[in-house]
Each structure stands twice: as C-alpha cells, then as structure tokens.
C-alpha cells in the first residue's frame, strides 16, 4: 500500500527521527529526510533505509527558512512519488531561566522548532491536497503540555505545535487530511546527553520509572499515521509524566 509514496521526516539524520525514517522504510515508504548539517548521520540514515528496498535521500535545509524550506519541497516533489507523510521532528533546545534568557535564543527556538513545522505544512499543504489525503504528525513534547522551568522558549514552541497541530487538522479534515502530534517526556538522544538515568530525582518524575527510547516514540508516530479516523490528538509518549 505504500509502494511509490514518499514520507518526509524533518530532522531525520538522528536520533527520534531517523528512528521513525526506518520505521516508515520498513513499511515501504521512499524517505526524503531534511536535516541541518551532520553529513554522516544523515548519509546512514539513508543507507539504512534504502538497505530496505525503498528509495531515501537527504536533503539540507533549515526548516526556520521559509524560502529554504519552499525550494527544498520543491526539489522533493521533483526527486520523488506522490507525497503521502511528513513527519515535522527537527527540534533544538537552547536552554536558559527566563529572568535571562537572550532574545536569540528565544528566536531560534521559536524559528526552528514552531516556524520549521509550519514551513513545511505550509509548502506541502496543496501536495496533500491535490493526492486527495495525507499523513501529518508534529513532534511536541510534555514541556509544552506542563512547561518546564529554564526552558521557557522550548516550551513555548511545543505548546504552539499543538496549536498548529489542532488547527491544521481541521483545516485539513474535509480533504481526507489528518494532523496529529506526539508528546515525548524523556527520550534518549543526542538532545538529552546530559540527563543521566543515575538522576534519581529525574527518575522520580517518570511513574514508569526509566527514560523512553526512540522506538517508544516511532511507534506512536507509526500508530498515528496509520490512524485514519484519528485527528487534531496529542499522544503523549511520556511514561506517565504529565498525566
Ligand atoms: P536530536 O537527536 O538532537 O536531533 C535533532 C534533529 O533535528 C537532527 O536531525 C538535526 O539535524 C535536526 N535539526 C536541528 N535543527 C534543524 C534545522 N534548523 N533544520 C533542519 N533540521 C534541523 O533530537 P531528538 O531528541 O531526536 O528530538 C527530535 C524531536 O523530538 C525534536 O523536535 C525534539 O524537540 C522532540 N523531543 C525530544 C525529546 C527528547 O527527550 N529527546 C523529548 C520531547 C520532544 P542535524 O543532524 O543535521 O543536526
């Protein structure tokens, strides 16, 4: 059923989202992933997949741009099928107490992680709809469900995602267009190196008691987006933090 349909995932090179590329190779997608910089991550990424028969390619773009995102949509729509999924991951945190937090940092999370998502749903938006259907998540996080002291920017571009994500799917609803998010708490990549599971008031906060893996977030992502009757939720994947 997925033969010849293309999934974009942005911030596919690592981590959450090269965990969800594969997963969505695995069930026949071609994987166009969009990342910033890391050449090699994004290079295995792509070999991973097309190491399951689907067609994968990695393009660099800043998703904050709304020309960059256009030209790089543009260019994927040229490269590949008809598109079915996109999946909106790429994030970054700057971190920092409000009281001083610099307007930059602000800016960029803001840019990369609420304006990145809209680009892309604002680039590919006619593409789904002209396909008659489609696929979209966005990758929120309990931040943006509880907010989160010294991280203030970073939860205010995870609240927004569910704005975005609720709006776009009844927009989107009467073209047979879906739009959900997921909600990760703890999850363990690159972005949390920092966090040890030694922490045990970290660990306090989990009920289930332990940190997620990326495959805990894929599967919600893949149960989403198989989910024909499902719109506008926010699935948590957060081992009961914010419940
Ligand atoms: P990660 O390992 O740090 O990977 C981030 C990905 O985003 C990389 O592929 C990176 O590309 C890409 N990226 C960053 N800035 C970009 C930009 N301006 N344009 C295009 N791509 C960009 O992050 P992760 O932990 O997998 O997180 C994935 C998503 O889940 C994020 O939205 C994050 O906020 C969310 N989330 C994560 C957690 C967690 O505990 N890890 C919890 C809640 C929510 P390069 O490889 O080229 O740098």
Not at 24 to 34: E, M
Not at 47 to 75: H, I, L, M, P, Q
Not at 151 to 171: D, F, H, P, W
Request: net charge neutral; hydrophobic share 45%.
């Amino acid at each position: 059923m997925a033969e010849g349909k293309t999934a974009i995932v942005t911030g596919g090179s690592r981590g959450i989202g090269r965990e969800v590329a594969l997963r969505l190779a695995d069930l026949g997608y071609d994987i166009a992933i969009v990342y910033i910089g890391d050449e090699n991550e994004a290079a295995e990424t792509v070999r991973d997949c097309e190491a399951k028969g689907v067609k994968a390619k990695a393009y660099v773009c800043n998703v904050a741009s709304f020309e960059e995102t256009k030209a790089v949509v543009a260019e994927i729509r040229k490269d590949f099928g008809p598109l079915w999924i996109l999946v909106n991951n790429a994030g970054i945190t700057r971190d920092g107490l409000i009281a001083f937090m610099k307007e930059e940092d602000w800016d960029s999370v803001l840019g990369v992680n609420l304006k990145g998502a809209f680009n892309m749903i604002r680039h590919t938006a006619a593409l789904f709809i002209r396909n008659k259907g489609g696929r979209i998540v966005n990758i929120s996080s309990v931040s943006g469900l509880m907010g989160n002291a010294g991280q203030a920017n970073y939860s205010a571009s995870k609240a927004g995602i569910v704005g975005l994500t609720k709006s776009t799917a009844r927009e989107l609803a009467p073209k047979g267009i879906t739009c959900n998010a997921v909600a990760p708490g703890f999850i363990r990549t690159d972005m949390t190196k920092n966090i040890t599971e030694d922490n045990s008031e970290l660990l306090r906060t989990i009920p289930l008691g332990r940190m997620g893996d990326v495959s805990d977030v894929a599967s919600a992502v893949v149960f989403l987006l198989s989910s024909p009757y499902i719109t506008g939720e926010v699935l948590r994947v957060d081992g009961g933090i914010a419940m």
